[in-house]
């Protein structure tokens, strides 16, 4: 019995030798790389292409605080083939990718306002969405500061993301598809939006809501064909609420539980 339990052991000493050794095989990385980004980040995905659909997924609805069954706020919007993200809190990629939601089809994010909670996974969502197969800038919208967002994200993952390029190849991380633009804008009195996008079917608003003591916090409204969707942003009762979203076929209205709250601060 000694001996087979010896050379069960030295057996199990060789796999993990010939294992170690396949991991500093650069063919066997990119072999496991490409194995991973499709089985994890797009296996089973959930079609998001449909030229007549309008689909609303939330990938967090957490606030600031820490909480170990939520994600930040992180709410996904395809409408029409097009794929957006209504911020980029903390987790929400990971969620996304639970969902087996296709990454690469990600092509910006729609910042209501420059919070931490609201902007803290951005950089994961970039890294991700760009190993799902994302050809081109991932674009931001959001009021004054996202074009430093985006220029400081990109500037802290420099480093990482020549890596990946030298090292997996432009096949896998597209070279163009590395860079984080930005389009800010500022939406001049409570009484008037701002149209962000409009092409086609798709139409996205901007509308001021309050979110004291920021001078420009946002809600969305998305229009697609006969379908729309509206955002709150961080507010509180607001009357642009109301204003723009009478009509809407969904809200999406953000609140803070008090739970939450007096727990973290004891």
Request: glycine residues 12%.
């Amino acid at each position: 019995m000694k001996r087979v339990l010896l050379f069960g052991g030295g057996a199990t000493l060789v796999l993990v030798a010939l294992v170690a050794i396949g991991l500093r095989v650069p063919a066997i990385q990119d072999f496991l790389l490409e194995r991973g980004v499709t089985s994890v980040i797009a296996a089973e995905p959930i079609d998001l292409t449909d030229p007549d659909s309008m689909t609303l997924i939330f990938c967090g609805t957490g606030g600031p605080f820490p909480d170990p069954d939520r994600a930040g706020p992180c709410t996904l919007v395809a409408a029409g083939g097009r794929v957006f993200l209504i911020d980029s809190g903390s987790g929400g990629p990971q969620r996304l990718q639970q969902l087996r939601i296709p990454m690469g089809d990600i092509e910006g994010v729609l910042y209501t306002h420059l919070h931490s909670d609201h902007i803290s996974g951005l950089g994961d969502l970039a890294l991700n969405s760009w190993a799902g197969g994302r050809k081109e800038p991932l674009t931001l919208y959001g009021p004054p500061g996202v074009e430093g967002l985006a220029s400081g994200t990109f500037d802290a993952f420099a480093v990482d993301s020549k890596s990946r390029i030298d090292h997996h190849g432009e096949d896998i991380f597209a070279p163009q598809a590395q860079a984080i633009s930005a389009t800010s804008f500022v939406v001049p009195s409570r009484d008037e939006t701002v149209t962000v996008i409009e092409e086609g079917d798709l139409k996205i608003t901007a509308f001021k809501v309050d979110h004291v003591p920021l001078e420009n916090a946002y809600g969305y409204r998305i229009d697609f064909k006969d379908r729309s969707v509206v955002f709150s942003g961080d507010t509180v009762r607001d009357q642009n609420m109301v204003r723009f979203g009478s009509d809407a076929d969904v809200m999406v209205h953000e609140v803070m539980g008090m739970t939450n709250i007096n727990t973290f601060i004891g």
